[in-house]
């Protein structure tokens, strides 16, 4: 009888030990992210290089993944960022260029007149500008620190604000690239996963929004400052969202910005300066808003880019990678590239402003390449040659659900834009998040019984939320507004507002 019991109770203890190893190792990668970023300071091209390392052996040796299967899950993560990789890279090109023409400044020059007092300045650039750069997939920081700074607000507040004013909505920005490529990740239908992230970036942009009025100067005033606020964060979400149900996701952080834009300028216009240089400046955004508006509102165009004019092609049997290169934002960003260099050919160096704007782009784009190779690895490990079958006990999101399930239960919600947050934090870029934890969502909403593509769309929120608490996005603001220096002040104050407001979102999640 004792010996029955012993042997039970060792074979109980030793799975019970067994499960929490195969758990802390599943966790390993993340804990690595955290040592290099944190710790050791490491970039983030190093931590991706270091991380997809470190991830290949811990699927080889210890979760039992085949060489050959790793290095297919590799490709098949580099190739699955094509697209994202195309807007990065488009994006950063143009915004070089528009800032070496003076586009950009000829433009804040031409509205700002038309906007009366100091408040209706720093909302129209904090909110409206910065969210309809980012909607158009070209980055803000470098175009809206600086606007902020020659408009009155200090050189920290200027750098928090130019990252504050869009990571709320930065999910269903971007041209929609973030959600297409969570949906390739997760498999999710990219039009549902679209509609949960801009119901739940409502609530993360009035989060964000309530904490703006401490950045700017106390001449805009206090409590009216605070309700115009969030007034404006509930305009530009509100039209995001109705955009994203009744059009698209790739039109809505262009028409929430626009929107608010829009409505700060309609008592001032008759001020508007520029005249016909303003048509030449806006030339580019317009082509790419208008393509976009044209593809998500004409039945046969959408049906027609979305449906046929498609590119589809395995490199895995698991895991088809659709490209939609005449709807999604990445050929009209070419195209508007194309356009500003030839309207400003004749004012800047075409070869010089390009050469730069690769430097710069290149190490990003090896780095999320890389992320997306780690991310895979992860959702692959367990497989059998050929990907034939799947061992769930070595497949690594598999052990994390169940893992998870075991210790949060039914509130493991509560921590899913955290984890977001968590990977914006550590490597600086938001789909980082959707490629290590996008595939453990869907596990996750299995074993619980929750809407997969409700949690996957709250880890997104909860990376775009993370953007205001990356060194990494905090670092390319502060050159630009005279802040260098002022990082570490910067993030004391940034760190716990994107921890509140993802905690916040995870009772949100948890509450549906």
């Known amino acids: 009888m004792w010996y029955l019991f012993w042997t039970g109770f060792h074979l109980f203890t030793s799975g019970v ?15 690595l992210l955290a040592v290099l970023a944190v710790g050791l300071k490491q970039p983030a091209l190093r931590l991706s290089l270091y991380g997809v390392i470190y991830t290949g052996i811990l699927a080889f040796f ?69 969210n309809f750069l980012e909607g158009a997939s070209i980055i803000a920081e470098p175009l809206v620190a600086p606007m902020l700074w020659s408009a009155g607000v200090a050189p920290a507040g200027a750098a928090a604000l130019s990252i504050m004013g869009y990571a709320g909505m930065m999910s269903v920005e971007m041209a929609g690239i973030i959600i297409t490529v969570l949906a390739l990740v997760t498999g999710l239908p990219q039009v549902e996963l679209a509609k949960a992230a801009a119901w739940l ?12 009025p401490m950045y700017l100067p106390k001449e805009d005033g206090g409590l009216l400052l605070g309700l115009q606020t969030l007034a404006s964060a509930l305009l530009i979400s509100l039209v995001a969202l109705i955009t994203t149900m009744a059009l698209d996701v790739t039109l809505a952080g262009m028409t929430g910005g626009l929107a608010l834009m829009a409505v700060l300028l309609v008592r001032g216009c008759h001020r508007l300066t520029g005249g016909r240089q303003i048509v030449v400046d806006l030339a580019p955004f317009l082509l790419i808003l208008i393509p976009l508006l044209l593809v998500n509102t004409v039945p046969h165009l959408r049906t027609l880019t979305l449906h046929y004019l498609v590119i589809e092609f395995k490199v895995i049997p698991v895991h088809r990678i659709t490209l939609t290169p005449f709807f999604s934002a990445y050929l009209y960003l070419f ?3 194309g356009l500003a260099l030839f309207l400003f050919r004749q004012k800047v160096p075409v070869s010089g402003v390009l050469t730069a704007g690769l430097r710069q782009a290149w190490r990003a784009l090896a780095s999320m390449a890389l992320f997306g190779a780690m991310g895979q690895i992860i959702a692959f490990s367990g497989y ?34 955290l984890l977001g947050w968590v990977g ?17 969502q869907v596990h996750a909403a299995r074993l619980l019984g929750k809407s997969a593509v409700w949690l996957a769309a709250g880890l997104s929120v909860g990376a775009s939320v993370g953007s205001i608490s990356s060194p990494f996005k905090i670092a390319i603001a502060t050159p630009m507004c005279g802040a260098l220096g ?6 004391r104050r940034t760190i716990p507002l994107g921890l509140a407001a993802s905690f916040l979102l995870g009772l949100i999640l948890w509450l549906l």
């Not at 195969?22 to 804990?31: G, K, R, T």
């Not at 040659?385 to 919600?413: C, R, S």
């Not at 490597?427 to 980082?432: D, M, Q």
């Open 424 to 440: 914006t934090f550590l490597t600086g870029y938001g789909v980082a998040s959707l490629m290590l934890f996008g595939e453990l």
């Open 384 to 417: 059998g040659e050929g990907f034939g079958q799947l061992d769930k006990t070595h497949n690594i999101p598999w052990v994390l659900a169940m893992g998870l399930k075991n210790h949060t239960g039914q509130l493991y919600p509560l921590f899913v834009p």
């Open 335 to 337: 195209l508007a590239l």
């Open 17 to 31: 030990f067994m499960n929490l190893v195969s758990f802390l190792l599943s966790l390993s990668p993340v804990a």
């Open 201 to 212: 970036s409502v609530p993360a942009t009035l989060a964000l929004a309530a904490a703006l």
């Open 486 to 491: 002022l990082e570490g002040e910067i993030l």
């Open 62 to 130: 210890t979760f039992k993944t085949p060489l050959m299967v790793i290095l297919w899950a590799v490709l098949d993560g580099v190739l699955s960022t094509i697209p994202l990789l195309l807007v990065v890279l488009a994006g950063i090109l143009l915004s070089n260029l528009l800032l070496a023409s003076g586009s950009l400044s000829r433009l804040v020059a031409a509205f700002l007149p038309a906007l009366g007092h100091p408040r209706q300045r720093h909302l129209f650039i904090a909110l409206g500008a910065c």
